[in-house]
């Protein structure tokens, strides 16, 4: 298993530290599906997952997602982050994921990221 993140993922978490929405979407496949945190429902497509990176943009006025820890096999990619957000009135809120990125042609087109949404909760408030 390599460690070097192919590059489609490494555009991703550039344009998503960047706040830019429309570029990270267009880093996913038409028919892409995003778990954002499990067990919610998943979003899917391109247009909505779009829309789920415009909110975060919108609600926070910094986001910085650092991979800690990658592995990648093929089309499959492991990643440990820590997703940090940065709110206007500058509080920091962050929690660990781990990630599954599944490729396609050279862009996303399945992502699994799993949270520990009480934790999320409880530094949200």
Known sequence: MSQVLPPIVTQWL???SNR???GA????THDAVYYFAMPHPPVQGRDHIRGMFSGQA???KRISWEVTESAVDGDRVWMERLDRFF???DREIF???VGV???EDGLISEVRDYVDLHTWE???K
């Open 20 to 22: 830019d929405a429309i």
């Open 25 to 28: 979407a267009d880093c996913f």
């Open 14 to 16: 550039e344009r998503i």
């Open 58 to 60: 919108t609600m926070y």
């Open 95 to 97: 929690i660990e994921c």
């Open 122 to 124: 409880e530094r949200n």
């Open 101 to 103: 990125v599944e490729l």
């Open 87 to 89: 709110t206007h009135d």
